[in-house]
């Protein structure tokens, strides 16, 4: 069933939407958060995320949740070089990257201080299971995919989501800046479930079940 609700939420009411299912609640939960328009992009005329989350109360509300919630947030190399990414307070950020070298956006994060950890594929593309077992090793299994898209589309093809989280702003970006999901990634095995739908300040904040479906 779909639960529909409004905010503003106080943090408490936050971490009951956006409690962890309790037959799940001890083990790996992956969650991957984003933001979208309504044509699907994931940025906007700036060409990063920042001119769509720029003035969204329940966005801003919802991502910081997320990280407080999980043991370890994880980003695409592009992602950390696109959006400036900064240490995160109290939360370790793994990188995941083909290069074998951490990027020198991966050893400022470093120097900034906060726990940053790259994960390299030495030259190739890195599997959402091997992300994950690498997560495991260090004893995180509360885990945030905040994208970007090409990360994220490995991790869909993978069927290694548990549920997404998604803000949805009532605008059309056009032009070609990346979709949420690259138009090269296809996941016919994928089935979503929203469990629920909360508006707040005019954006609509869905939370989905991804399942594994028989198609
Ligand atoms: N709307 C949102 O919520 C949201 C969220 C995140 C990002 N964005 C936007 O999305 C855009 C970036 O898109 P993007 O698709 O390029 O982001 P991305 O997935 O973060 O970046 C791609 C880069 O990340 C690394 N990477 C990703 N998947 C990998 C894998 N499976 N194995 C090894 N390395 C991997 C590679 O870095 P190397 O080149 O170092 O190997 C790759 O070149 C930006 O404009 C950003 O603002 C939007």
Same mark, same amino acid.
């Given at each position: 069933?779909?639960?529909?609700?409004?905010g503003p939420l106080s943090p408490?009411d936050l971490a009951?939407w956006y409690?962890?299912?309790?037959?799940? +609640?001890?083990?790996?939960?992956?969650r991957a958060s984003f933001i979208?328009?309504?044509?699907?992009? +994931?940025?906007?005329?700036?060409?990063?995320? &920042?001119? /769509?989350n +720029?003035?969204s109360e329940g966005d801003h509300a919802v991502f910081e949740h997320l990280r407080d919630w999980a043991?370890?947030?994880?980003?695409? $190399? &592009?992602?950390?070089?696109? =959006?400036?990414? &900064?240490?995160?307070?109290?939360? #370790? /950020?793994?990188?995941?990257?083909? *290069?074998?070298?951490?990027?020198?956006?991966?050893? =400022?994060?470093? $120097? !900034? !201080?906060? =726990?940053?950890?790259?994960?390299?594929?030495? %030259?190739?593309?890195?599997?959402? $299971?091997?992300?994950? +077992?690498? /997560?495991?090793?260090?004893?995180?299994? *509360?885990?945030v995919?905040e994208? %970007? #898209?090409?990360?994220?589309?490995?991790?869909?093809? =993978?069927?290694?989501?548990?549920e997404l989280c998604v803000t949805v702003?009532?605008? /059309? $970006?056009? &032009?070609?800046?990346?979709?949420?999901? #690259?138009?090269?990634?296809?996941?016919?095995?994928?089935?979503?479930? #929203? @469990?629920h739908l909360l508006t707040w300040a005019?954006d609509v904040l869905v939370r989905?079940?991804?399942?594994?479906? @028989?198609?």
């Amino acid at each position: 069933m779909t639960r529909t609700g409004s905010g503003p939420l106080s943090p408490d009411d936050l971490a009951a939407w956006y409690a962890v299912p309790p037959d799940r +609640a001890d083990g790996t939960w992956v969650r991957a958060s984003f933001i979208t328009t309504l044509d699907g992009r +994931a940025t906007g005329p700036d060409d990063v995320s &920042g001119s /769509l989350n +720029a003035g969204s109360e329940g966005d801003h509300a919802v991502f910081e949740h997320l990280r407080d919630w999980a043991d370890v947030v994880v980003v695409g $190399a &592009g992602t950390v070089r696109k =959006e400036r990414y &900064g240490a995160l307070q109290g939360t #370790p /950020l793994a990188v995941v990257s083909t *290069r074998p070298e951490p990027p020198r956006s991966v050893l =400022e994060l470093q $120097a !900034g !201080g906060g =726990e940053v950890v790259l994960i390299s594929g030495h %030259g190739d593309r890195v599997s959402a $299971a091997q992300v994950l +077992a690498a /997560l495991h090793q260090r004893g995180w299994h *509360r885990i945030v995919v905040e994208g %970007g #898209p090409t990360l994220f589309g490995t991790w869909l093809q =993978e069927c290694l989501v548990d549920e997404l989280c998604v803000t949805v702003r009532p605008v /059309l $970006a056009g &032009g070609d800046g990346p979709f949420l999901v #690259p138009t090269t990634v296809t996941f016919g095995r994928l089935v979503g479930e #929203p @469990t629920h739908l909360l508006t707040w300040a005019g954006d609509v904040l869905v939370r989905t079940r991804l399942r594994q479906g @028989t198609a």
